[in-house]
């Protein structure tokens, strides 16, 4: 998440983990709104309007798996679920 640690405040080159504790189930895209609010330069990166489309290079991953569907956005999230947010590549 390099691209991303400045967003939330974090220097350096080390992993920047976050653990977020929810009072209900949410989904994967709640949680993504939720710290777009939180974190407002995030949200810059993350959404590419006010309809909170994701922007296309930003990659959401759920314990381990792209979630290419949009669709699975809107999976509610259990406990000890992670999710990490990274940039697509492209090129050859």
Not at 5 to 25: A, I, P, Q, W, Y
Not at 71 to 79: H, M
Request: charged share 25%; with cysteine; aromatic share 14%.
């Amino acid at each position: 998440m390099s691209w991303l640690k400045e967003d939330f405040g974090h220097d350096g080159f080390d992993n920047l983990v976050l653990e977020e504790t929810v009072s209900r189930e949410i989904s994967v895209m709640d949680l993504t709104y939720l710290m777009a609010s939180k974190y407002p330069k995030f949200g810059k990166k993350v959404f590419a309007d006010p309809k909170q489309h994701l922007f296309d290079y930003c990659l959401v991953i759920l314990n381990g798996n792209i979630v290419s569907n949009p669709a699975e956005l809107n999976k509610e999230l259990k406990e000890g679920d992670t999710v990490k947010f990274t940039p697509a590549f492209f090129g050859g």
